[in-house]
């Protein structure tokens, strides 16, 4: 079945570190690939997504390539800062017969120290 | 358009009894998702539907569960005889129906179940 897989937290970087969080998956076909980001108290926002193989999604300083061939889509930021401190998750849609529910990993928190 | 509403954002109750919550899409998408999401993991897919009609269920939703969304706007989750497995945060997501990949997430109601 599909699913996704992305590195465990917590993540803990002091303020402008160059940050990486993996995330694979597993999935027939070709999905679209999100990143979504929760806030401390605030619900889940889309921060990013990609289509198709080889796009790059990016947003508010984040990047993430959709790799096929790894099926990877690993979210980066160059330069990361306190405000960013969140959990964040890394998503897949898949059209098939679900017609579009979203499926997620488990989830890593970052923690930014100024 | 102040996004998706959830209402109430906190309910404890007893094992055994009732609970209802109530989503509010944002105003124009006619596709709307609940999803739960248990402490440490992501989010999980219970069912969605495209205006009035309920497209799928996922086999989480076990049959005390029940949601509906009568007119096409809000829609209600009920959990009948609630177990303590229960707990959990139960989020809504709205999308319009062309762009699932575009889902806005409400900010969840927390279920405890004591």
């Known amino acids: 079945g599909n699913s996704v897989t992305q590195m465990e937290g917590p993540v803990t970087l002091s303020e402008e570190a160059f940050l990486t969080i993996n995330c694979t998956y597993t999935?027939?076909?070709?999905?679209?690939l999100f990143w979504y980001v929760q806030y401390p108290g605030e619900g889940l926002q889309l921060l990013l997504k990609?289509?198709?193989?080889?796009d790059k999604g990016s947003n508010k300083g984040f990047e993430a390539t959709y790799r096929k061939e790894t099926t990877s889509f690993h979210l980066e930021k160059g330069s990361v800062q306190v405000s960013d401190s969140a959990v964040y998750f890394c998503?897949?849609?898949?059209?098939?017969?679900?017609?579009?529910?979203?499926?997620f990993g488990k989830g890593t928190k970052l923690s930014v120290k100024p | 358009d102040t996004g998706v509403s959830q209402d109430p954002r906190h309910k404890i109750t007893k094992r055994g009894q009732n609970v209802t919550f109530r989503c509010d899409p944002i105003s124009e998408h006619n596709r709307l998702y609940w999803y739960r999401q248990t402490l440490g993991q992501g989010p999980e897919f219970l069912t969605y539907?495209?205006?009035?009609?309920?497209?799928?269920k996922s086999r989480l939703l076990s049959d005390r569960f029940s949601a509906e969304r009568p007119k096409g706007s809000f829609s209600t989750l009920e959990i009948q005889r609630t177990e303590q497995g229960d707990s959990a945060m139960y989020l809504c997501a709205s999308s319009l129906a062309g762009a699932s990949y575009e889902q806005y997430f409400g900010p969840g109601t927390r279920l405890t179940v004591t």
């Open positions: 539907f495209q205006n009035e009609a309920q497209l799928e």
């Open positions: 998503a897949l849609l898949h059209y098939g017969g679900s017609q579009g529910n979203l499926i």
């Open positions: 999935a027939t076909g070709y999905p679209s």
């Open positions: 990609a289509t198709k193989a080889d």
